[in-house]
């Protein structure tokens, strides 16, 4: 098997991922061996309760860079790429890439070098961007306090290369949560010394070594907060590309600081926890969004680079909570119409519901790949809305936003050129009366304004105010002189004026559906 660090010099490719760059980007993560199969099957099993390889691989991933690029992403975020720990365990087998056993190798069942490095050079032909997850943290073993290494683990093959075994017990201590293990008995996770200069000058070699080989544009890094944050300024350095770090905490006070003296953007769990809980029912509380944004600004030094996400393959998915489109439709745009860089885990699109891990990490190719299908449709006006604010201001990525909650159940988000109103009143709402004050929002009197979703045109009354009847679906609004392509493929009906805007609030509930409907038979002709 080919070495990660022996392959070849650099890659022509795309341009690596600046901090500036990657605010730009959107991203679709993937679970490697759950995304598509070579073969192209569509029918082959594949059991989440199993816990087994499934078959998918990376060069599946290329065969299917149309279905992603079609919903607007330019970045795709793939699975863990080392050799993994082999066999049957209690916890099922390694089929997510996150149980590393000889990191100087790749996983085998993923496919070749040379297939990674087609994949790369895939995206690269078609402007769009490679993300690998990293796990630098640990190992995985079949055993713990019994766990001997060996020379199957590659460069760490001698015990002083680990810290002695100890479960992590306390998550309030920081030192057991950076020196002791995660796991269990069944798949225990040696934790690595990262304090020792030899296991720091390995990872750091690695790391260059990885984005050099095959050309990466960015990396996720998992389990950061199980090492001291004194080790990823020189990692990260020494990557030269951009990032994004799974600090699995939802105190914004404990995060943030791991952007200030880490530099690591982290993914902003902060908000996904009040995210969930304020849309996944009628009664959640929205002002516990608002708040949490406030204290976000606080406590990062950049908001603007967080990882902003409502699924992942950590999580039971939010449909798994609720089966409302609405309360759906709204959570789902919150990650696209707000600070920070948007990411969207793959069959979001296609309205998976599996609850924790291992049931939120099913087979894609069991749904088909409909490019047609209401929330793939949707997610492809959300990315064209981001991209028409961001050709409409050189600023919007770096704006931060403004958050009010003009109702108990709507959700104000201001980043100009883009203002969204969210809603979780759900499916069943009555209207509700919302103000866009001109201050908000910057429109001038008279300016016609247009929703990016449902493609309703508005106008503002004579101070550029906008008064809008607020139903169950969220607004995307922009200027109508910034809409760029936005809605060219759907000749809008619902239309009015702020002083008809009861009319416009009526339809909006059904109207969204049947223009991503009436979007979806037009991209079929080309998709």
Same mark, same amino acid.
Request: hydrophobic share 40%.
């Given at each position: 098997?080919?070495?990660?660090?022996?392959?070849?010099?650099?890659?022509?490719?795309?341009?690596?991922?600046?901090?500036?760059?990657?605010?730009?980007?959107?991203?679709?993560?993937?679970?490697?061996?759950?995304?598509?199969?070579? /073969?192209?099957?569509?029918?082959?099993?594949?059991?989440?309760?199993?816990?087994?390889?499934?078959?998918?691989?990376?060069?599946?991933?290329?065969?299917?860079?149309?279905?992603?690029?079609?919903?607007?992403?330019?970045?795709?975020?793939?699975?863990?790429?080392?050799?993994?720990?082999?066999?049957?365990?209690?916890?099922?087998?390694?089929?997510?890439?996150?149980?590393?056993?000889?990191?100087?190798?790749?996983?085998?069942?993923?496919?070749?070098?040379?297939?990674?490095?087609?994949?790369?050079? =895939?995206?690269?032909?078609?402007?769009?961007?490679?993300?690998?997850?990293?796990?630098?943290?640990?190992? =995985?073993?079949?055993?713990?306090?019994?766990?001997?290494?060996?020379?199957?683990?590659?460069?760490?093959?001698?015990?002083?290369?680990?810290?002695?075994?100890?479960?992590?017990?306390?998550?309030?201590?920081?030192? %057991?949560?950076?020196?002791?293990?995660?796991?269990?008995?069944?798949?225990?996770?040696?934790?690595?010394?990262?304090?020792?200069?030899? $296991?720091?000058?390995?990872? /750091?070699?690695?790391?260059?070594?990885? $984005?050099? %080989?095959?050309?990466?544009? !960015?990396?996720?890094?998992?389990?950061?907060?199980?090492?001291?944050?004194?080790?990823?300024?020189?990692?990260?350095?020494?990557?030269?590309?951009?990032?994004?770090?799974?600090?699995?905490?939802?105190?914004?006070?404990?995060?943030?600081?791991?952007?200030? %003296?880490?530099?690591?953007?982290?993914?902003?769990?902060?908000?996904?926890?009040?995210?969930?809980?304020?849309?996944?029912?009628?009664?959640?509380?929205?002002?516990?969004?608002?708040?949490?944004?406030?204290?976000?600004?606080?406590?990062?030094?950049?908001?603007?680079?967080?990882?902003?996400?409502?699924? %992942?393959?950590?999580?039971?998915?939010?449909?798994?909570?609720?089966?409302?489109?609405?309360?759906?439709?709204?959570?789902?745009?919150?990650?696209?119409?707000?600070?920070?860089?948007?990411?969207?885990?793959?069959?979001?699109?296609?309205?998976?519901?599996?609850?924790?891990?291992?049931?939120?990490?099913?087979?894609?190719?069991?749904?088909?790949?409909?490019?047609?299908?209401?929330?793939?449709?949707?997610?492809?006006?959300?990315?064209?809305?981001?991209?028409?604010?961001?050709?409409?201001?050189?600023?919007?990525?770096?704006?931060?936003?403004?958050?009010?909650?003009?109702?108990?159940?709507?959700?104000?988000?201001?980043?100009?050129?883009?203002?969204?109103?969210?809603?979780? =009143?759900?499916?069943?709402?009555?209207?509700?009366?919302?103000?866009?004050?001109?201050?908000?929002?910057?429109?001038?009197?008279?300016?016609?304004?247009?929703? !990016?979703?449902?493609?309703?045109?508005?106008?503002?009354?004579?101070?550029?105010?906008?008064?809008?009847?607020?139903?169950?679906?969220?607004?995307?609004?922009?200027?109508?002189?910034?809409?760029?392509?936005?809605?060219?493929?759907?000749?809008?009906?619902?239309?009015?004026?702020?002083?008809?805007?009861?009319?416009?609030?009526?339809?909006?509930? !059904?109207?969204?559906?049947?223009?991503?409907?009436?979007?979806?038979?037009?991209? !079929?002709?080309?998709?």
């Amino acid at each position: 098997m080919l070495g990660l660090l022996s392959l070849l010099p650099f890659l022509a490719g795309a341009a690596a991922l600046d901090d500036t760059a990657m605010r730009e980007r959107s991203v679709y993560q993937l679970v490697t061996d759950r995304f598509a199969l070579a /073969n192209g099957s569509t029918t082959s099993a594949c059991s989440t309760s199993a816990r087994q390889y499934c078959g998918g691989t990376w060069a599946a991933v290329s065969d299917k860079l149309d279905y992603i690029q079609g919903m607007g992403f330019d970045t795709v975020w793939i699975s863990p790429v080392v050799d993994n720990i082999g066999g049957a365990t209690g916890e099922g087998e390694a089929y997510h890439g996150y149980w590393s056993l000889d990191v100087s190798q790749l996983n085998a069942n993923f496919g070749t070098a040379d297939d990674l490095v087609a994949l790369s050079s =895939a995206l690269h032909a078609r402007g769009m961007y490679l993300m690998v997850d990293v796990v630098i943290n640990h190992v =995985a073993a079949t055993s713990s306090s019994t766990f001997a290494t060996s020379s199957s683990y590659g460069p760490f093959s001698v015990q002083d290369d680990f810290h002695p075994f100890c479960w992590i017990s306390d998550y309030s201590n920081q030192t %057991n949560v950076e020196y002791c293990w995660l796991g269990d008995d069944e798949v225990a996770l040696p934790d690595l010394d990262t304090e020792s200069a030899t $296991v720091v000058s390995y990872w /750091n070699e690695w790391i260059a070594g990885l $984005v050099a %080989n095959y050309t990466v544009d !960015a990396i996720r890094i998992d389990t950061v907060k199980h090492v001291p944050q004194t080790f990823w300024p020189a990692f990260v350095a020494a990557a030269g590309v951009a990032n994004v770090g799974e600090v699995l905490d939802g105190d914004a006070s404990y995060v943030g600081p791991y952007q200030t %003296n880490a530099s690591i953007n982290p993914f902003n769990y902060p908000i996904f926890y009040p995210l969930v809980r304020g849309f996944n029912e009628t009664s959640g509380d929205l002002t516990a969004i608002t708040s949490m944004a406030a204290e976000i600004k606080s406590e990062f030094s950049d908001p603007t680079l967080l990882g902003s996400f409502l699924n %992942n393959h950590d999580n039971a998915r939010f449909e798994n909570y609720t089966s409302d489109s609405a309360l759906i439709h709204n959570a789902h745009a919150y990650p696209f119409v707000t600070d920070g860089v948007p990411y969207l885990y793959y069959g979001s699109e296609d309205g998976l519901s599996g609850g924790n891990d291992p049931d939120n990490r099913e087979a894609l190719w069991l749904s088909g790949y409909s490019t047609t299908s209401t929330m793939y449709q949707y997610f492809r006006r959300l990315n064209a809305a981001r991209s028409a604010a961001a050709n409409a201001s050189s600023t919007f990525y770096t704006t931060q936003m403004a958050l009010s909650n003009p109702t108990s159940s709507t959700l104000l988000i201001a980043k100009p050129p883009l203002i969204s109103v969210l809603t979780n =009143a759900g499916s069943s709402a009555s209207n509700q009366s919302v103000t866009i004050d001109a201050s908000t929002s910057g429109w001038a009197a008279g300016t016609t304004v247009i929703d !990016a979703v449902g493609c309703g045109t508005y106008t503002t009354d004579s101070s550029g105010n906008l008064a809008l009847e607020v139903g169950s679906m969220p607004l995307v609004l922009i200027n109508n002189s910034e809409k760029g392509t936005l809605c060219a493929d759907y000749a809008s009906t619902n239309s009015s004026s702020s002083s008809s805007t009861s009319a416009a609030g009526k339809v909006r509930a !059904a109207g969204v559906a049947g223009v991503l409907a009436t979007a979806a038979l037009a991209a !079929a002709s080309f998709m």
